[in-house]
């Protein structure tokens, strides 16, 4: 059986910002891959809702915002520490959800269709509501690929 090796993604397990404020959402790829060599897409998920497909980033002068998407919700890379990021700029209270990350190799396939695994879920409440304790989310981490 072909074993195919997949970047492990890691994110904190909340983030909180107050309304009107910036925050800036990390997705950290596992040591022994390039993030550079990755497009790096982000979803945002409502309870009760699927997940929405937010953004793509791969360069400045490679990525792609989703229908409707505000301008507020953007991407971005460090290539030196292997983190993604997505950052929200000017924060509302209807931004709070769980966002997730994904990634799929440059040339591989159509973008944020063919991604190779989700992230770990980021929650970002917004004060003056009270924390949420960390999510917990069932193993295995969920898959969202597309052979073709």
């Not at 290539?79 to 209270?93: D, P």
Request: with cysteine.
């Amino acid at each position: 059986e072909l074993q195919h090796s997949q970047p492990v993604l890691t994110q904190p397990p909340s983030a909180s910002v107050s309304p009107g404020n910036t925050v800036k959402l990390s997705c950290t790829m596992s040591s022994g891959t390039s993030i550079s060599d990755y497009y790096v897409s982000w979803y945002q998920q409502k309870p009760g809702n699927s997940p929405r497909y937010l953004l793509y980033y791969h360069s400045d002068s490679t990525k792609h915002q989703g229908s409707g998407v505000p301008a507020r919700f953007s991407g971005s890379k460090d290539t030196s520490s292997n983190v993604s990021y997505l950052t929200i700029s000017g924060a509302l209270a209807e931004d709070e959800a769980d966002y997730y990350c994904a990634m799929w190799k440059s040339g591989t396939a159509v973008p944020h269709s063919d991604t190779d695994r989700w992230g770990s879920e980021t929650k970002t409440p917004f004060a003056p509501l009270p924390q949420p304790g960390p999510c917990v989310q069932s193993s295995p981490v969920p898959q969202f690929s597309l052979w073709l």
